[in-house]
């Protein structure tokens, strides 16, 4: 089991994600309850809720109602497009998403909880007690913060698995490609299939060059949570959508391989996708990006 905390980058900003492994987490997190977590929030902040979701935030009673709404139809829409896909099933336990103002309550807020320091993430989240935590003026906008940490959440806890084994750069990549979704006709549907910050990577060799597939599965968590980590986010986001592209299915077999302990492996990665080796899978995706970069 972990807990992913992230950043991303939306525009120039600045967005990511943590895996921290939960043992560290079980010692910090018990089942707090409203009033305590309220208590603790501060007296800006309120709880609104409908019959799935808690949101603890300044909004008003309105602007939360709208803002929780989004967030069932995002789920829905997720599930519908890829429960089956990724045979995931949904969570039915009752979701806290707790939204703070600024940077410094979350940064102290995750510190507490987590016990270790988030400088670089804008939000994360516990799977194990079910809370979404993030803050709200940072360069990303709310919206996409909580796509993320809601995809990141239906991945861990919709697997019949007790501690899924979700590599980083999977993780990642499919938070932050869906995160772009757009809901139409209760179907998540991502229109620009490279972000910008997924494209720049296709440019960037410098090391560690995160357009080497091998790479991507032997990032450090410095990598991933370290003040450098948006390449990282970059990197992983280029190789989904290369995949949702070219071997959509060859993902989505991948992906249920995914949450098993010690089951995936970059050659199940190819294999899935139809090669015999990875340097396959890596020829066929550096062709992919040379069309990208117009070389
Ligand atoms: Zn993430």
Known sequence: MRVKTFNMLAGAGLLLAIVIPLAVIRTF????????????????????????????????????????KRISEFQDAFFASYGEDFQLSRPDGLQRVIEFDSKEEFSAYARRHMNVSLEHSVGYHNERSSQIVYYANSSAGREEIIFHELVHYNFDAGVDIEEPAWNAWFSEG????????????????????????????????SAPDWTRILMLYDARSDDVIGADNTRFYGGSELLVSFLMQHHREGLFAYGVLEAEPRQARPFQLATCCGFETLEQLQEEYDAFLQELTGG
């Not at 499919?174 to 490279?194: N, P």
């Open 29 to 68: 997190i018990g089942d707090l309850s409203n009033s305590q977590i309220l208590a603790e929030m501060g007296p800006d902040y309120e709880l609104s809720e409908n019959t799935r979701i808690r949101l603890y935030s300044s909004l008003s009673q309105a602007e939360a109602q709208t803002f929780l």
């Open 174 to 205: 499919i938070a932050s490609y869906l995160e772009r979704g757009t809901i139409e006709d209760g179907r998540l549907v991502v229109h620009e299939e490279t972000s910008e910050l997924a494209f720049s990577q296709a440019f960037d060799r």
